[in-house]
């Protein structure tokens, strides 16, 4: 069965220091990859995704992602973090093809930036 | 373009009532996503569209739940019978074509608070 774990409930980070919000995933075949941002009273909104290629991929709003296979990972992170990055952040994998198009999320992890 | 839409915003009913969620997709996307999120955690997968079949229901938790897409566009969630534990927010997504690699693009949600 597919899985995915975010083991940090809140990361705290002073505004200009890099970020790293972290992802382990587990699945029996070919995982897709995605983080969502979801800001208060909005809908979750799409960051950016991996599913082939290039291990680091690159996203909206200066976020990245670096999908590592050996150690089931896909940690978020941003070289320089914004007091406007505090919100929650989730990540999620597709299980393909056994999973089909069922998309699993993580718990979700707060991110506080202060100024 | 507009984005997903769901109605209303803000759901109370009481124990045993029977309620419908609305959900309008971004215009021309075939698929259309159901999820349920409970506070503290991630979505979690209810049902998938693909066109007006219902390609996925795996994750509908039991026959008090249905959701129709009877035109290939609106859905609507249906709940029968509410019980208090199905208080949480409803999440509906879209996405261009269903495919496993498709980014799923969410609306803001139903807040259901069952009395």
């Known amino acids: 069965a597919q899985s995915v774990a975010q083991p940090e409930d809140q990361v705290n980070v002073a505004e200009g220091n890099p970020l790293t919000v972290k992802c382990t995933y587990s699945?029996?075949?070919?995982?897709?990859l995605f983080w969502y941002v979801q800001y208060p009273n909005r809908g979750l909104q799409f960051l950016l995704k991996y599913i082939t290629g290039d291990n680091l991929v690159k996203g909206s709003y200066g976020f990245e992602a670096e999908f590592n296979k050996s150690q089931t990972s896909f940690h978020l992170k941003k070289p320089s973090a914004l007091v406007s990055d505090s919100a929650l952040y989730f990540c999620a994998v597709r299980d393909v093809p056994t999973g089909g198009f069922k998309t699993i999320f993580g718990a979700g992890t707060r991110l506080f930036v202060k100024a | 373009g507009a984005g997903v839409s769901q109605t209303p915003s803000n759901k109370v009913t009481e124990k045993g009532k029977y309620v419908e969620l609305r959900c309008d997709p971004i215009s021309g996307h075939t698929a259309l996503y159901w999820y349920r999120q409970s506070l503290g955690q991630g979505p979690e997968f209810l049902i998938y569209?693909?066109?007006?079949?219902?390609?996925?229901d795996s994750g509908l938790p039991n026959d008090r739940f249905f959701a129709v897409r009877p035109e290939g566009s609106v859905s609507t969630l249906k709940i029968q019978r509410t019980e208090r534990g199905d208080s949480a927010v409803y999440l509906c997504a879209s996405s261009p074509q269903g495919g496993s690699t498709d980014t799923q693009y969410f609306g803001p949600g139903t807040r259901l608070t069952v009395l």
């Open positions: 699945v029996s075949g070919n995982p897709y």
């Open positions: 569209f693909q066109g007006t079949g219902a390609a996925d």
